[in-house]
T-cell receptor, first 116, second 113 residues
């Protein structure tokens, strides 16, 4: 049972335009969400996160939106640059004390290609 | 520079052999994690440790073992019991206070000869 889903395996966007990557989750206990960027043969790099008490978080060109009622989050990249071409993973966790706290559940990733 | 170091980058194993993947961090993070990534898949948790001398199984622990004798180190052994060990293995660590992201090493690619 996939608790975090990224339904688009790939996305192509023109340089300078907006990239929108989507992620859905099923576990209502998740309350902390993250986006990671990954290049081939490298480890994922943390991009941006959002807590469930917020519905938006911005960091430079990256904005994450959270819609708790729809159990949906999205990552917006504006403007998109060729260096943004990578696989983007959505991850979710629930914050509580004790064993297993803050474990991340990952989606399968979306490969973003930014075309010059 | 602080970070997470995984070694080696590439590793080959013969059938029936155990092999150990190294993960060292100098970030003073309390929690450490091992994930496996297969083509077209997300990361799946193998084992994690929130404190020295303690570790817990993740979703796919069968055929793997770990130890956490030092805060900085969390080696993963892929045993001969792991039937499909060929994968990209990623180690991560995290400061164990509040909502903090996990930070990853650059991974080890394990292949069976």
């Amino acid at each position: 049972d996939q608790q975090v889903k990224q339904n688009s395996p790939s996305l192509s966007v023109q340089e300078g335009r907006i990239s929108i990557l989507n992620c859905d989750y099923t576990n209502s206990m998740f309350d902390y969400f993250l986006w990671y960027k990954k290049y081939p043969a490298e480890g994922p790099t943390f991009l941006i996160s959002i807590s469930s008490i917020k519905d938006k978080n911005e960091d430079g060109r990256f904005t994450v939106f959270l819609n708790k009622s729809a159990k949906h989050l999205s990552l917006h990249i504006v403007p998109s640059q060729p260096g943004d071409s990578a696989v983007y993973f959505c991850a979710a966790s629930r914050t509580y004390s004790g064993a297993g706290s803050y474990q991340l559940t990952f989606g399968k990733g979306t490969k973003l290609s930014v075309i010059p | 520079d602080g970070g997470i170091t995984q070694s080696p980058k590439y590793l080959f194993r013969k059938e029936g052999q155990n092999v150990t993947l190294s993960c060292e961090q100098n970030l003073n993070h309390d929690a450490m994690y091992w994930y496996r990534q297969d083509p077209g898949q997300g990361l799946r948790l193998i084992y994690y440790s929130q404190i020295v001398n303690d570790f817990q199984k993740g979703d796919i622990a069968e055929g793997y073992s770990v130890s956490r004798e030092k805060k900085e180190s969390f080696p993963l052994t892929v045993t001969s019991a792991q039937k499909n060990p060929t994968a990209f293995y990623l180690c991560a660590s995290r400061k164990e206070r509040g909502n903090q992201p996990q930070h990853f090493g650059d991974g080890t690619r394990l292949s069976i000869l």
